[in-house]
């Protein structure tokens, strides 16, 4: 039982709340419960509740309100008269003050734990405390306490929440506060912050002197010391200001090699600087030299050094298509790795880099930084603070980093003969080597001593284990790869080599090596490599499987393909010394038709009633993986997510701005619901581009709906309400009902979440207007949804029922799933409880938690809080957990406050 004191005067028991009639028992009953266990005097009770207006029969009539008081707590406490008053035993815990005050003081040097505690606190409050007690001085002083209290809550809850990086969620709550604070300095401090960690630097230096203005002008003091060193660290944008990513231990080295010949001096190297703690090594070296395998060697031989982890990110810094890993993308993938959830990570290098700065300080890892371009490409990607070790590999000599001397250099050279042998030896086995010295002793010449030219040699000479070594040195020679590996340029050193065993597969395979260069990476599967050659699946993965056991192609997870960057350069050699360019642009075509008519048909499984556009044409020879189920699809995005990002500007970039659009608002059903928004608001932009560019106000009137619901998401609500509202306008335009009703209720949801349900409704009812058919049964959701926010319970029910009966007409099972949880919330609100359950549990049966697994877990918790509304506690605790089972599936900034209320619910059940 809880006596609650912060809003209206009640009793909450497991039946829900028991209602106290009259402001003077009211008052009675908050004097008592605020005692804390003690005895209040009938001296203290009478003044509280009376004051100064005390009648003469004041002390009869206090005894009428303690009995009064003790009927309704009976079987609940006790009120105990004993001299010189009465004594209120609630037990720990009897009141929701004593509640709140336990949540607020409860340390902890976790800001996620303390965030969860302080939301639960704030979630006590329904309103200002004692709101409906006689205005006497000293229930006035205790309801001043209680918002001091509130507001010191409130205080804390926002310096956990900037510590978890969650500045844009939590800058509208800090502008309201600074305004009804002006006086406030630690609240504009955490303003200030804010704004500083969404890029708005101005802004946050604005308020810093608004408020020494107003701290002048009206009671003659200065900006505290804090205040001031803070406006000094933004001007300096001092990197200790950003906040602290979660800590997640990465190990993505990939597979070494069991053995790695002639390399000991130089991983004794390695060693010596581990030991002497130096930063920052670069391994730099001719192509094929075997940088990135000693790299990876040494770094498998000591990760046990590294307790935090190790990371591995190829920069593509020698790609010939020019596909070099810019340093926003590098960023961005480390952040990834090093457990900054996606929906964190900011916009913009610089920011980027100091985020990543900050997730690794204080941490022991080693980051691996394969074939990088430049030094440039390298030094937004070094850590800020000691601890960690970076080993970069490189042909470029990576000068600006070691003449500085923040890096040390390693130059690997072509290996000696006896260590040529060595390597040979490893791979073929000592006998077959020791039986044709001069065979061996050929190869390595024909070789140069070059690793991966010998590698190449030794896989070919194991595949065939029927072929004698001289036949391999005589196929070399005839190769004319002997003038060739003595080049001094980079890609001729290996033509030959590569060149060799591209003529050694079957004219189908080597079509498609050359085509796969075509491809953006980083992984290819069958259905695309097939579409890319214009050919059917089965003889695609014929070719596939010719290409890996040449060692030309690498599967490095079943079914997805790779090409190794001097292998991609070649095969792109290839393909414009032997395909013309419209074949190389029918191959291109081929593969965006690939993605594009698999992309639509996924994103319909996902999202039914996707606005029809009108899609090219499928070309001859293209192969779509068309999933069957909403599984499939979901999996098809997720293994293909990462390429499909590629290849929508690959798209944009070669004149299939048609494709552009269409693919990146394919995509948006996977990334809304799965919390991809920075990526949503990347094809978006490159969607709009594209619709500019083709005058094509359907296509950018599509484009900023993506990017004004990503917006919206990311709590951008301003820009959000600018690119949805620009939408709205071009639908008008283009006499589209349906979508600019679509509009009209996104703009509603944004509304919402900007605290505006006025607005939210206005924009409801224009949906409402508009929508027809298909859509019409989401639209009177959206509108009963609205009412409901504004209070108007049976209009929210009229429009639900309506909405459920347009779902049943059109068998929409999804939307019937969300207008379920609408009327089960309406249900509950009316009081109705029972009803409400059941409405949850239709929508819980309904929904397909794989679509939007967010929604699903919010619908079982509204189920689990009307379970426990029935006293059904059992039930409640099962619904809870399965919520929390899928937000642990997910990592939004919208999931937050639910997980935390979830996890409180369960604690105090458990």
């Given at each position: ?167 844009a969620t939590v800058l509208p709550d800090l502008e309201g506060l600074a305004r ?286 029927d072929f004698t070594l001289a036949a391999m040195a005589d196929e070399l020679r ?5 003038d060739t590996l003595h080049g001094g340029d980079v890609a001729t050193d290996l ?416």
């Amino acid at each position: 039982m809880l006596v609650r004191l912060l809003g209206p005067v009640d009793i909450h028991d497991d039946d829900g709340p028991v209602p106290v009639r009259g402001s003077r028992r009211k008052a009675v009953l908050a004097t008592l419960a605020l005692g804390r266990g003690t005895v209040v005097s009938t001296d203290r009770l009478i003044d509280a509740v009376w004051g100064a207006d005390a009648p003469p029969g004041a002390a009869t009539t206090l005894q009428s309100h303690v009995s009064h008081l003790r009927g309704l707590l009976a079987g609940r406490a006790s009120i105990v008269a004993t001299p010189p008053g009465y004594l209120l035993d609630l037990g720990p815990d009897g009141t929701d003050v004593e509640v709140a005050e336990r949540l607020v003081g409860t340390g902890s040097p976790d800001p996620a734990g303390r965030a969860r505690r302080l939301r639960a606190a704030l979630a006590l409050w329904r309103g200002r405390a004692l709101p409906d007690v006689p205005r006497t001085s000293w229930l006035d002083d205790q309801a001043a306490r209680l918002d001091d209290l509130w507001l010191r809550a409130r205080r804390a809850l926002l310096d956990a929440s900037l510590e978890l990086g969650e500045h844009a969620t939590v800058l509208p709550d800090l502008e309201g506060l600074a305004r009804d604070h002006p006086f406030d300095e630690r609240v504009h401090a955490q303003l200030m912050l804010a704004l500083y960690r969404t890029g708005r630097q101005a802004e946050a230096l604005g308020v810093f002197q608004r408020l020494r203005k107003v701290l002048a002008d009206e009671l003659g003091i200065e900006a505290g010391q804090a205040l001031r060193d803070l406006e000094v660290a933004i001007l300096r944008q001092d990197p200790e200001l950003e906040p602290a990513p979660p800590v997640t231990r990465p190990a993505q080295l990939p597979l070494a090699a069991p053995a790695l010949a002639g390399r000991s001096r130089h991983l004794a190297d390695l060693d010596a600087l581990l030991a002497r703690g130096v930063a920052v090594a670069t391994v730099s070296g001719t192509a094929g030299v075997g940088k990135s395998a000693l790299a990876v060697h040494w770094a498998h031989r000591v990760a046990d050094r590294f307790p935090d982890g190790q990371l591995y990110l190829n920069l593509r810094g020698f790609d010939l298509t020019g596909q070099a890993l810019d340093p926003v993308q590098a960023l961005r993938g480390l952040l990834e790795a090093s457990g900054v959830p996606v929906t964190r990570i900011p916009g913009g290098r610089d920011a980027q880099a100091a985020t990543y700065r900050s997730a690794l300080a204080g941490r022991r890892i080693l980051i691996l930084l394969d074939n990088a371009r430049d030094a440039e490409q390298v030094r937004p990607l070094l850590p800020g603070t000691p601890g960690c070790m970076v080993v970069v590999t490189s042909r470029d000599q990576l000068l600006g980093l070691t003449t500085t001397g923040a890096a040390h250099p390693l130059t690997l050279d072509l290996l000696s003969t006896a260590e040529a042998v060595e390597l040979l030896a490893l791979r073929l086995g000592a006998d077959r080597v020791a039986a044709e010295p001069d065979a061996v002793a050929d190869i390595v010449g024909y070789c140069a001593r070059l690793p991966l030219a010998l590698a190449i040699v030794a896989a070919r000479a194991a595949a065939r284990p029927d072929f004698t070594l001289a036949a391999m040195a005589d196929e070399l020679r005839a190769g004319g790869v002997l003038d060739t590996l003595h080049g001094g340029d980079v890609a001729t050193d290996l033509r030959a080599v590569f060149d060799w065993s591209y003529r050694a597969v079957s004219p189908a395979a080597a079509a498609m090596f050359r085509l796969l260069s075509l491809h953006p990476g980083p992984d290819v599967g069958p259905a695309v490599a097939a579409s890319l050659a214009g050919v059917p699946l089965a003889p695609a993965r014929a070719a596939l499987a010719e290409l890996l056991r040449a060692h030309l192609l690498t599967e490095h997870t079943p079914g997805r393909y790779v090409l190794h960057d001097l292998l991609r350069a070649f095969a792109l050699e290839r393909a414009h010394a032997h395909d013309t360019e419209p074949d190389r642009q029918a191959a291109l075509a081929r593969m965006f038709d690939h993605f594009l008519h698999t992309a639509r048909p996924a994103a319909e499984l996902l999202a039914p009633y996707l606005p029809a556009v009108a899609v090219p044409a499928v070309r001859p020879g293209v192969t779509a993986a068309v999933p069957g189920t909403t599984d499939d699809a979901v999996a098809w995005f997720s293994v293909e997510h990462r390429v499909l990002l590629a290849v929508v500007e690959m798209c944009a970039a070669s004149g299939f701005d048609v494709h552009a659009w269409q693919l990146a608002w394919s995509m948006i059903p996977f990334l809304h619901p799965q919390g991809h928004w920075h990526d949503q608001g990347t094809v978006g932009r490159t969607a709009l581009a594209a619709g500019v560019r083709l005058a094509d106000r359907q296509a950018q009137a599509f484009a900023r709906r993506a990017i004004g619901s990503a917006y919206g998401e990311l709590g951008q609500h301003d820009e959000a309400e600018h690119h949805l509202a620009l939408a709205l306008e071009l639908f008008d335009q283009l006499g589209d009902q349906t979508m600019a009703a679509r509009l009209h209720q996104g703009l509603a949801w944004n509304a919402e979440r900007q605290g505006r349900p006025d607005v939210a409704l206005r924009h409801a009812r224009c949906a409402a207007d508009k929508h027809t058919g298909v859509d019409r049964a989401g639209a009177l959701n959206a509108l009963g949804w609205a009412h409901a926010l504004c209070g108007d319970y049976p209009s929210a029910l009229a429009r639900c029922e309506e909405a459920l009966a347009a779902c049943r007409e059109l068998g929409d099972d999804t939307m019937a799933a969300y207008v379920w949880d609408s009327l089960g919330y309406v249900h509950h609100q009316l009081g109705a409880v029972e009803r409400a359950v059941a409405c949850y549990r239709r929508s819980v049966d309904l929904f397909d938690e794989v679509i939007n697994p967010n929604a699903q877990a919010e619908i079982l918790a509204h189920l689990a809080d009307a379970q426990e509304a029935l006293a059904d506690h059992a039930a409640a605790r099962s619904a809870r957990r399965r919520a929390l089972g899928i937000l642990d599936q997910i990592d939004t900034p919208t999931a937050d406050p639910l997980r935390v209320r979830l996890l409180d619910a369960v604690a105090a059940r458990s």
